[in-house]
């Protein structure tokens, strides 16, 4: 059984390699072999961010990341925060989720009391 690969986003440089390649009319395998990706992924990345004025790199990099970043969940707990560092360390404790969320409920609940 072939070991899994994982996918890895188009990064930068090769999106303007794609430009560079499409204003050369170079064919879609072509691209890919060049690249090390396969040709489904160079296709779908044309459809995806090609304009009406054809494939650029920059608008191509905005537009994958919008749409990365509008199908995420907004963040629960921030970073800095100091329910933030309660869960880590009642993780440290080995605590369970359903421990720790408990937790967290009941402290919220006194802190707005």
């Known amino acids: ?13 090769e999106r303007l390699a794609i430009a560079s390649l499409r204003l050369q009319d170079v064919s879609i395998r072509a691209m890919a072999l060049m690249l090390g990706r ?10 995806r961010n090609s304009s009406a004025t054809g494939y650029a790199s920059v608008p191509a990099e905005a537009r994958s990341t919008a749409r990365r970043s509008a199908g ?8 800095q925060s100091v329910c933030w560092r309660v869960v880590l360390t009642l993780l440290d404790w080995k605590w369970s989720p359903q421990q720790i969320s408990g937790t967290l409920k009941r402290m919220v609940r006194c802190d707005v009391a």
Request: overall charge positive; glycine content about 0%.
């Open 38 to 47: 396969s040709p489904a992924t160079i296709s779908r990345e044309l459809m």
């Open 1 to 13: 059984m072939p070991d899994k690969t994982s996918y890895q986003q188009l990064q930068p440089e």
């Open 72 to 79: 995420r969940r907004p963040v629960k707990l921030c970073l």
